[in-house]
């Protein structure tokens, strides 16, 4: 039995139609994938990080933070790691010259003594990197962090400029109070 022209389109019609209707369902999936792949990209990078006292961390290649301990410090001291995670924010931001990434960390009396165009500086030399290297308690509300700038001009190392930055303790937040170089 020969089958006729017209049902021979009908059944590539309705053949079609299941190609298409499982190519929806298809793409469907996939977009479904790619937001709950986003959403779990989202979670990671939200999460914040909590450096052991020993240990290195940096979020761009030209940052390192080493964190040691003083005889006086203990790896139990909570303030003392929240004090340095807020430092070594507020120094990527000063190394991406950024003041609206560094306003969150800053006090309001050092608010005011930055606008965009002072705190990022002139454009050479600039900061290379920095390494957060030791720190001191003068109190339960205030930190001192020493911190090493890395500079480069021209594209070589030009000079290292070493930096004190005062913390306080506003609220449940460490600030930075004050940064002075020395």
Sequence with gaps: ??????????????????????????????????????????????????????ASASQSSNVNVTY????????????????????????????ERSYDQATPYMTDELKGKWNQESFSGTSSPSMDRFEISTSSKSDDNTYIISVTSYWKLAGEDDQKINYNLELTKNDLDFLVNKFDQI
């Excluded at 299941?18 to 977009?31: A, D, E, K, N, P």
């Excluded at 301990?69 to 929240?82: G, H, I, P, R, V």
Aim: no cysteine; aromatic share 4%; glycine share 2%.
């Design 68 to 95: 040691s301990l003083t005889a006086s410090e203990t790896a139990t001291d909570e303030n003392l790691q929240t004090a340095k995670d807020v430092a070594n924010k507020f120094m990527q931001a000063k190394e």
């Design 1 to 54: 039995m020969a089958i006729s022209e017209s049902a021979k389109r009908n059944v590539l019609f309705v053949v079609l139609i299941i190609l298409l209707v499982g190519l929806i369902v298809l793409l469907f999936l996939i977009s479904k994938q790619i937001k709950q792949a986003r959403e779990d990209v989202g979670k990671v990078e939200s999460a914040t990080e909590t450096p052991t006292a020993t």
